[in-house]
Structures are given as structure tokens and as C-alpha cells.
Nanobody
Framework: QVQLVQSGGGLVQAGGSLSLSCAASGRAFSDYTMGWFRQAPGKEREFVAAITSSGGRTLYADSVKGRFTISRDNAQNAVSLQMNSLKPEDTAVYYC?????????????????WGQGTQVTVSS
């Protein structure tokens, strides 16, 4: 079992930056692929970013590539999402996720563990 507790988020103007953090507890954090999904009102959950267990590979949705950066610290059992140049369309509830193994990074049902969700609101 892995428990994920998120922090960060909030309200920012377009063009601004926010950072999300996720602290994990439970089984060996370094065994898990970590990621972030988001869900806007009336829309399905969508993939944002993922990072492999070693941190050696990162993946991003096209909509955030070049603006968001995912990172992890296996010594601290933590993963972060730095969000720059935010746009109103980035407004959503963001979820930290974890799963064992590689592949299927973009599919929400592939992730076994979910954080509680954090609201990010970008005003125009």
C-alpha cells in the first residue's frame, strides 16, 4: 500500500507559476512510477506527466510540454510538479498518482494509488 498526500496549488494569474508536491508513505517509493493527472469540471481525467521509478525518464502531455516539470526525490519519498506559464485552461483538480511497473503511463486506470486532489485555478 502507498498513501499519497498532496500539497500546493491555489490561485494564480495567467502566466504565473505554481508548484505541487506529493509525499508518499508505505511501501518502497522507489519501486513506483509516479505521475500527475488532472480533471477539469465536466471533463474526464487527463494525463499530465509521469516519471519512472528511477527518475530516468519523464513523459508529458503535449498541452503542458515545455511548461511543466515533474521531478522526484526517492530519498524523501516525494514527487513534485513545477508549473510555469500557466494558462486558464490548466485550471483543474490535480491528482498525484502511483503505480508499479512501466507502460500505460497515460491511462488513469493503470494507476493503483491516488492522492486526495488539489485545486489549481488560473485566472485570465
Amino acid at each position: 500500500q502507498v498513501q499519497l498526500v498532496q500539497s500546493g496549488g491555489g490561485l494564480v494569474q495567467a502566466g504565473g507559476s505554481l508548484s505541487l508536491s506529493c509525499a508518499a508513505s508505505g511501501r518502497a517509493f522507489s519501486d513506483y512510477t509516479m505521475g500527475w493527472f488532472r480533471q477539469a469540471p465536466g471533463k474526464e481525467r487527463e494525463f499530465v506527466a509521469a516519471i519512472t521509478s528511477s527518475g530516468g525518464r519523464t513523459l508529458y502531455a503535449d498541452s503542458v510540454k515545455g511548461r511543466f516539470t515533474i521531478s522526484r526525490d526517492n530519498a524523501q519519498n516525494a514527487v513534485s510538479l513545477q508549473m510555469n506559464s500557466l494558462k486558464p485552461e490548466d485550471t483543474a483538480v490535480y491528482y498525484c498518482v502511483a503505480k508499479g511497473g512501466g507502460s500505460f503511463y497515460y491511462i488513469p486506470t493503470a494507476y493503483n494509488y491516488w492522492g486526495q486532489g488539489t485545486q489549481v485555478t488560473v485566472s485570465s
